[in-house]
């Protein structure tokens, strides 16, 4: 099992910057890629941006550019740096965890509001 917890969200004026984080914790050897979805109000949940074990990494059009995922293996950590928020980025925020033998983990969601 794996737990993920969130943390970083907020509300901000649009051009503005955040730092959302992901902290792993229980079995994190058995993960292998990690990532970011976000869901708006009336919207269906959409990949944001995800990040191998490598390091290799893929956004969806919309963020590139403006976000950066990273991730710190030893602290089990993953970060998403998001630069130049536009107010369609507001939605909820959730990290993930692929994992060798298990269903897919979740974090709880964070909320990201952009004001214009």
């Known amino acids: 099992q794996v737990q993920l917890v969130e943390s970083g969200g907020g509300s901000v004026q649009a051009g503005g910057s955040l730092r959302l984080s992901c902290a792993a914790s229980g079995s994190t050897f058995s993960i292998n890629s990690m990532g970011w979805y976000r869901q708006a109000p009336g919207k269906q949940r959409e990949l944001v941006a995800v990040?191998?074990?490598?390091?290799?990494?893929d956004y969806i059009d919309s963020v590139k550019g403006r976000f950066t995922i990273s991730r710190d293996n030893a602290k089990n950590t993953v970060y998403l740096q998001m630069n130049s928020l536009k107010p369609e980025d507001t939605a909820v925020y959730y990290c993930y965890a692929e994992l060798t033998w298990d269903p897919r983990a979740w974090g709880q969601g964070t909320q990201v509001t952009v004001s214009s």
């Open positions: 990040i191998t074990r490598g390091g290799s990494t």
